[in-house]
């Protein structure tokens, strides 16, 4: 059996509109998937992110290419990747009518699941996910954070192989999404391979074993979240606690051209491309201002993707 789960190579998808250039979506794509792995799909909007899913999992037909899910071609044989996968799209689906509990029901019934084992998945999903509480509320009840944490259980009942989240946890509070993380990652060391696309670089960087950034429906990086971090930027973090952020301050930084510069309350963060430059700025905002705390780390994978796509546009 092959570690392979996803194979793409040479993927293309082209909108036709009548009247209208056609719009090339996906140009061109190559990746794999080993088995087992959370791989994160990242990039900006209109990246051809959710068009690269619905591809995968049969929704659209690709305009030329190969993709294969399990083995099987998503073109030659549609009905058996649906047999391997899950999905959670961008757009909601949850039955707003019915209980937190009966959509669970729901769901496992249209898939075939004997009634003892949906209840026992009921159980275990609405502990992992934190929703035990809720499973008596109707869906319209629930506010859209929870209605999206619904959905995305409601996919695992299933024992599939391969599970699609598309931005899995729009419109959830900060705890709601960390529930949802930590549940994804214990599903996935049962062995699912599991695939998202996120907005949020922090939370690909701790949730993935492998990225790929992409941009106009290509890959312009992509491995391991340390491997796309260290591809030759050499970006580092600079955090500087001061008793006050003097214009003085901010003048010192903007001097030497950082990539990036945040200020959040007496709290200084600049992004720069080596050690030198973030020495010579820390000397100079001790010569201005009074540090209390700095600390100087490796960039993280959003400096990382930021710089990757804006080299991209200008290049373009």
Known sequence: MSDTAIEVQDLVKVFRRKSHEPIKAV???????????????????????????????????????????????????????????????????????????????TFGRFHGLPAKEIEQNIDRLSELFGLREYLNEKGMDLSGGLKRRVQVAKTFMVDKPIVFLDEATTGMDAFNKRRTLEAIREESRKGRTIVLTTHLLEEAEELCDSVAIMNHGTIIAGG???????????????????????????????????LRLEVKDNTVEVTVRDAALALDILAAVRATGHVQHFEITSASLEDVFVQLVDKEGSAG
């Open 224 to 258: 391991s979240v340390e491997d796309v971090k260290s591809l030759g930027l050499r970006l580092l973090y600079l955090s500087l606690s001061l008793e006050r952020v003097s214009e003085t301050v901010i003048k010192a930084i903007h001097e030497r051209q950082p």
């Open 27 to 105: 140009n061109g794509l190559s990746f794999r998937v080993q088995r087992g792995d959370i791989y994160g799909l990242l990039g900006p909007n209109g990246a051809g992110k959710t068009t690269t899913i619905k591809i995968l999992t049969t929704l659209l037909a690709p305009t030329s290419g190969i993709a294969r899910v399990m083995g099987y071609d998503v073109a030659a044989k549609p009905l058996a990747v649906r047999r391997q996968t899950c999905v959670v799209l961008q757009e909601d689906a949850i039955e707003l009518y019915l209980s937190v509990r009966n959509n669970f029901r």
